[in-house]
């Protein structure tokens, strides 16, 4: 059994377009998290939400959303996709309190031509 | 701001060999400093943490050595193996509660070559 898993694994779309990413974990974990890993590996922190409320929203633009409609998914819609959101995406998850194991994803790679 | 420095950017070490990878924190409310490995295509999974009450911690060919005045902490790879190389990162985070967020270093790349 996946721990963290997201759909799709690739995605290949049009500038313009508009596309979501979906993450379930089955830990039953109450924080989840997106990360964007640029070509250079940097991990950075998009989103987290703590039992479905967004707690953390870093500087990133009003095209991407994240939705989590229960404790256990927590899906990101981009609209508009440009050049520079090509990446892979990751999504994690963890149980109470930051000192506890982080659980990513398989990760999401996105090109957007 | 980058609030963790990791270093070297890439690393490459023979088999057997020792790996070192060295990260740097600013903020004195980080208590928490987990290193992270990531093999290409998949996600960063835990590798071994430590708290700052303690100034090394080991689990089989990885050692943590802490340093808290300095505000530095670094990975030892003993003995290292081809199946070793992977992308490492270091990260930081204040444990006490309403706290979300690690703060990760920028990645080193280790290659270890028969």
């Known amino acids: 059994d996946t721990a963290v898993s997201q759909t799709p694994k690739y995605l290949v779309t049009q500038m313009g377009n508009d596309k979501s990413i979906k993450c379930e974990q089955n830990?039953?974990?109450?924080?989840m998290y997106w990360y964007k890993q640029d070509s250079k590996k940097f991990l950075k922190i998009m989103f987290s939400y703590n039992n479905k409320e967004l707690i953390i929203n870093e500087t990133v633009p009003n095209r991407f959303s994240p939705k989590s409609p229960d404790k256990a998914h927590l899906n990101l819609h981009i609209n508009s996709l440009e050049l520079g959101d090509s990446a892979v995406y990751f999504c994690?998850?963890?149980?109470?309190?930051?000192?506890?194991?982080?659980?990513f994803g398989p990760g999401t790679r996105l090109t957007v031509l | 701001q980058q609030q963790v420095k990791q270093s070297p950017q890439s690393l490459i070490v023979q088999k057997g060999g020792i790996s070192i990878i060295n990260c740097a924190y600013e903020n004195t409310a980080f208590d928490y400093f987990p290193w992270y490995q990531q093999f290409p295509g998949k996600g960063p999974a835990l590798l071994i943490a430590?708290?700052?009450?303690?100034s090394e911690k080991k689990e089989g060919r990885f050692t943590i050595s802490f340093n808290k005045s300095a505000k530095q902490f670094s990975l030892h790879i003993m003995d290292s193996q081809p199946g070793d190389s992977a992308t490492y990162f270091c990260?930081?985070?204040?444990?006490?509660?309403?706290?979300?967020?690690?703060?990760f270093g920028k990645g080193t790349k280790l290659s270890v070559i028969p």
């Open positions: 990260a930081a985070a204040y444990s006490g509660a309403g706290s979300y967020q690690l703060t």
């Open positions: 994690a998850s963890r149980r109470g309190l930051i000192y506890n194991e982080q659980f």
């Open positions: 830990l039953g974990h109450d924080t």
């Open positions: 430590i708290r700052p009450d303690v």
